[in-house]
């Protein structure tokens, strides 16, 4: 059964720094396209970032740019999402997902192109 949990979330002040871990099970990392999604409260959920299996390359969405940094480390089968200079506006629940589709750069953002999920981890960015 593949499953996927994400930890490291909580409070920080803005300008703070945080890292997001998520930890795959049933399934090998490396095989799966993966990505980073966040849900503010009464906003649709926005991808962040998505690494490509087929060659590694990476993809942010431009409000995370320059702050955030998405890693995988296939021998644990852990992604994680490295988030720096934290603003008010970084505030929602942060999801990992993955998917086997292969991902259209174009569309790789997307949350409807990605099959598997984990529950969410609440990130509040506030003073």
């Known amino acids: 059964q593949l499953q996927l949990v994400e930890s490291g979330g909580g409070l920080v002040h803005p300008g703070g720094s945080l890292r997001l871990s998520c930890v795959v099970s049933?399934?090998?990392?490396?095989?799966?396209?993966i990505g980073w999604f966040r849900q503010a409260p009464g906003k649709g959920r926005e991808g962040v970032s998505c690494?490509?299996?087929?060659?590694?390359?990476?993809k942010y969405a431009d409000s995370v740019k320059g702050r955030f940094l998405m890693s995988r480390d296939n021998a644990k089968n852990t992604m994680y999402l490295e988030m720096n200079s934290l603003i008010p506006e970084d505030t929602a629940v942060y999801y990992c997902?993955?998917?086997?589709?292969?991902?259209?750069?174009?569309?790789?953002?997307?949350?409807?192109?990605?099959?598997?999920w984990g529950q969410g981890t609440q990130v509040t960015v506030s003073s």
């Open positions: 997902a993955a998917t086997r589709r292969g991902l259209n750069y174009i569309t790789a953002l997307k949350a409807n192109e990605y099959d598997y």
């Open positions: 049933g399934f090998t990392l490396n095989d799966y396209d």
């Open positions: 690494i490509s299996r087929r060659d590694g390359s990476r």
